[in-house]
């Protein structure tokens, strides 16, 4: 059976085949592939020079008071100077999301999504709406995804993130074999179902693997200095520093990631993940089993199975538990309010 293809192939197709007009739909969790089809369709529907002019993108917090149905409806209803269609991009609106209660008002749910079933612009623009959070449940999302041709644009497959960065490891003049190109695929934790990383973290790494080649050659050592990888690798980063004594630097790693913006429960939550998993690995190990077979028994990504195996050997069982709960007692005092989050995380690291 041949793989499913990706909705990604599919926009390309749709493109060049002159079967995309109107208003389109673009939705899932790789917002990287929003912005790479929208610049297709500019270069295929507006001149580069009057690129100002015939693209608009809408936020949500530069309406200017204006509600949003008036500014998109103004936007598609405003001619083409030179190029062959008004591409308009209305980007992450709120009144899709999946986590916002704010919504569109019931009149202009009517009107906008009257307007997209007519069709009438279909002749001079092009209207994206983006999404990486889509309730489909929304009165107005719903009349959407009827009136517009919608793609999801998940998560690439094995196949697909190869291709992607083999092209660009090509157009470096940089060779990757097979070997180094798995290694590279599974460091960065992009198959990982609790991942956040992205299109985007990879070109950033890709970009950085490329800079630090300087043989022609992608080797193993350069992908283990130089990827960022998901969140897992702050834990492990942390798991170190704790476990060899380095309770100062484990605490700027905390410093670092809170400056960055990650709150204090989903610090908690990762931790006590990683901890409770190090302790089932141990457990699991005591019976013989191997990664792959933790893996298939949990449900979880054997590399991450293979990388936590070494950490979990650090520490024994009583002190993973200790561990735990001191976690456990974290979380209740910010939950409660005893104290704030970075104070929480702070005694935490230095009581273990």
């Known amino acids: 059976m041949q793989p499913s293809q990706h909705a990604f192939r599919q926009f390309a197709q749709d493109l060049k085949n002159g079967n995309i007009k109107g208003t389109i739909l673009l939705y899932g969790s790789e917002p990287f592939l929003f912005k790479w089809a929208v610049d297709e369709l500019t270069k295929k529907f507006v001149e580069p020079s009057f690129r100002a002019f015939d693209r608009a993108v809408i936020y949500d917090d530069e309406l200017n008071g204006k509600s949003a149905a008036d500014v998109i409806i103004e936007a598609c209803e405003t001619m083409p100077m030179l190029s062959e269609r008004r591409v308009v991009w209305v980007r992450e609106p709120k009144f899709l999301a999946a986590d916002d209660a704010k919504s569109l008002p019931a009149a202009d749910v009517e009107r906008l999504a009257t307007y997209l079933e007519k069709g009438s612009f279909v002749n001079d623009a092009i209207l994206i709406f983006t999404s990486t959070s889509l309730n489909k449940t929304r009165k107005f999302s719903r009349r959407l995804v009827k009136a517009a041709k919608c793609y999801e644009f998940g998560k690439l497959d094995r196949r697909e993130l190869t291709a992607f960065a083999n092209k660009r490891f090509r157009e470096a003049r940089i060779l990757c074999h097979d070997r180094e190109m798995n290694e590279l695929l599974d460091e960065t934790g992009y198959f990982n179902r609790e991942s ?157």
């Not at 492990?236 to 990631?257: E, M, P, Q, T, W």
């Not at 933790?294 to 979990?312: D, F, G, T, W």
């Not at 007692?329 to 230095?350: N, S, Y």
């Open 196 to 352: 956040c990383y992205d299109l985007y973290a990879f070109e950033n790494d890709l970009a950085k693997l490329i800079a630090l080649t300087d043989n022609g050659r992608l080797e193993g050592r350069t992908i283990a200095d130089a990827i960022s990888g998901d969140r897992d690798t702050y834990v492990f980063d942390l798991i170190d520093s704790v476990s060899s004594g380095r309770k100062d630097r484990a605490l700027d790693l905390l410093h670092n990631k809170m400056t960055m913006g990650d709150d204090g429960f989903g610090l908690i939550g990762l931790l006590t993940g990683q901890f409770e998993l190090m302790l089932t690995v141990r457990q699991m190990r005591r019976d013989n089993l191997n990664a792959a077979a933790i893996a298939r028994r949990l449900s979880a990504n054997e590399y991450r199975i293979k990388k936590m195996i070494p950490y979990a050997e650090r520490f024994d069982d009583d002190r993973l538990k200790r561990i735990l709960l001191r976690l456990y007692d974290a979380d209740r005092d910010i939950k409660t309010g005893v104290m704030d989050a970075r104070l929480a995380l702070e005694l935490f690291i230095a009581s273990i």
